[in-house]
Structure formats: C-alpha cells, structure tokens
C-alpha cells in the first residue's frame, strides 16, 4: 500500500499520504480527505456476522458476461459456481462497473464519484447523479439499478452491501505489483480502489457509530433535519446530505421559514440574493432545484414528506420536529 500511494503522486496533481492510521488525500480543488487505514480495518469488516449464503455463478466481470444485440444478457463462467454470500452477485456487478469499467485517472473526478457512491446510508436510496462527467452517469445508474435490484431480495441495510464493496476494493489494491512499470492508465485503477476502500470503511465506521448512538439510551433523538449554516451542512434523519451551494441557499430559506409559504420570489430573493424574474424559465429553474433537493432530503421524491408544494403560490417546509 506504500508503494500504491508513493507512484499515486505520478498521477498529480493530487497528494496522497499514507499512515498506520490513516490515508490523507489533498485534491487540486483544496479539499483534504481525511479517511482510515483501510487495511487496519480488513480483520473487522463482516467480524462475528452471520452470513446467508444462496448458489450463484461464480465468477461476475466485465469478461465473463456478453450481451448480444437484442439486449440479453449471457454468463460465460461457471467455474466457480456454488453457494456465496446472499449478495455477492450484486456486489460483484458493482464493483465491475465502479473499479474495472470507470477508465480514468483524474483523481478529483474518481474522488466525486466514490463521494456518491458512499453517501446512501440504504440500499434503495438515489444515487446523486447532477453536475457530473457523463461516463460516471451511466456508471451511477447502472449501479442504481444493481442497488434497487439488491434492495428488492434482501431489504434497505446497506452495510452488508459496502463490506462486500470493500473486500472488492481491497482485492484489487492486491493484485498491484510494485515491481512492475504501469503506464498512467493502469496505475490509476489499482489507487482507485485504495482511495474506494478507505472512503468506503470511513462510510462503514461511521454508520455503525451512528447505530451505536441511536441505541444508547443516554443518546439525544435527533431532528429529523438539521442545519449548520456556520458550515454550511445538512443532516436529514441523522445523515449528512451533499448539497450544492445553490442548494444548501434555497433548504436554508426553506428551514428559517419552516411552515410557513415561501413564495418563488422569496426563495430566489431572499434565498438566493438575486434578482426574481416572473416568467416561466425563473419558474422551471426553481422547480428543477427543488427536485434535486426532494431526490436528496425525501425519503420518498416521488411522494415528498417535507418539501411541499403549494399549487399556485410556492413551496413550504415541513421538517417534522
């Protein structure tokens, strides 16, 4: 692994620093990623847990399964088939399109697609796919699908789900050998999985943290939302949601009125700080802010808890404490 991070620099600009305890990552936006020693971690991921097992295939890649012109799908290796963990077939998938299909070695971009990829804290929560490079938005929703897939066999606990991702990531940081000469592209797959693996037992830690506090007795009951406007973040049900700046603005407007109407020109004026413009582009503009905003705060978008419409007049908040 220090011979991982040590050739990681050949990528640039990005600066990685690996410890006993932790890998540090600066990335050229100024942002430092702070995460855990993933490999501290490798005796404890899936400790003292019951495994149910099912029979697969085996083997799932992106070289061992064809699709022919009509869009069938065609397993080509049995060589392995036989019992394996409940969710191995979905993580397998996963881990194909996430660590060996994402060709790149922009370390920035491979940062912003792991950060998605983390955020859920349920296997049938959306995957952020805004504002991003169009290779990774066919890679977030394949992936979306596999997820929706997993949820419907085994339910919405997603820290099975990340320590099969895990073992993945750590899998394939394995098969780099440090004797051998790499050109850039090859290079990156392998720090790919080493910054994966860490993002992923940071992920891991703190959800089991956050469980270990739901159930203590001596624990405060959270707010169904949060906001620290010092610092700019959100938290919804006790998980922190990645909001863009816009976003964060309007959520902010929403939250200092909460239950009461904020009219489309309040939210643009007051919220945004910027001139309001009555007219039907001004209107989509909102709505489509306040979609992203329900794919990331509602449990459910499609039937919104907290972000309500009011028809005609504008939206109000509703946060449930």
Sequence with gaps: MQALAREALSLGPTDIELSLAELIVRLPNGHTVFCPNPLLHLHEAGEGQPVICRITPGTLSGDNILVDQEGHTWLTDFARAGPAPLLWDFVSLEAAIRFDLVDTADLQALHDFETRLVEP?????????????????KALGSIQEIRHQAFSAVGADIIPYYTGLFFHAVRRMADYTPELRHTRQELAHPVHAL??????????????????????????????????????????????VALTPTEFDVLLHLYNHRGQLCTRRSIVEEGLKSQYAENQQEASRIN??????????????????????????????????
């Design 121 to 137: 804290a349920r296997l049938n929560e959306r995957l952020d796919a805004q504002d991003i490079d169009p290779e990774f938005r």
């Design 288 to 321: 489509t802010i306040m979609g992203r905003l329900r794919k990331k705060i509602e449990p459910d978008p499609d039937h919104p808890r907290y972000i309500i419409t009011v028809r005609g007049q504008g939206y109000r908040l509703v946060p449930g404490e």
């Design 195 to 240: 910054l994966a693996a860490a993002m992923i037992c940071d992920r891991i830690t703190r959800m089991v943290d956050e469980l270990s506090l739901k159930d203590s007795s001596l624990a405060a009951p959270r707010k169904v939302l949060e906001i620290d406007e010092a610092n700019r973040q959100a938290w919804v049900e006790g998980r922190q």
